[in-house]
């Protein structure tokens, strides 16, 4: 029969193996990954020349009335400062999708057809 500290340290041990796996699902895409449609609000990328990821919004016109396919943050900070413009064409590696739901499905098709328009 196992005592409390070997049940304790199985237990420890398995939880940390369920984490570990879990985050590699989720680590990394490759550029092979489509970026021809619009990501979900809320992935996190790369993009050409900065050094650090961004977590993004969709759409956003600057004040030259140029619009971009994302507004992004940097990761992990948020929105403290400095915010980037940058398109889907940026994008060299996506290391997280957002949150994907019915209604961000029908969002993102609404938005691209909208951003469509203004091009």
């Keep these: ?12 041990a398995i939880i940390c193996i ?7 699902q989720t680590a990394n895409y490759n550029k092979t990954d489509d970026t021809s449609s619009l ?8 993009v050409n020349d900065l050094g650090n990821m961004l977590i993004i919004s969709i759409g956003e016109i600057d004040s030259n009335n140029q619009l971009y396919d994302y507004k992004g ?3 992990p900070e948020g929105c403290t400062g400095n915010t980037y413009l940058f398109n889907r064409d940026d994008i060299i590696s996506i290391k997280h999708k957002g949150y994907n739901s019915k209604e961000e499905v029908n ?3 609404n938005i691209e057809k909208k951003m469509e328009e203004l091009k």
Aim: charged share 15%; proline share 3%; hydrophobic share 40%.
């Design 107 to 109: 969002y993102i098709k």
């Design 73 to 75: 943050c940097s990761y």
């Design 39 to 46: 990501l979900p609000v809320g992935s996190v990328v790369k």
């Design 1 to 12: 029969m196992l005592d409390k500290n070997k049940i304790t340290v199985l237990s420890t």
């Design 18 to 24: 369920f984490f570990f796996t879990a985050c590699t």
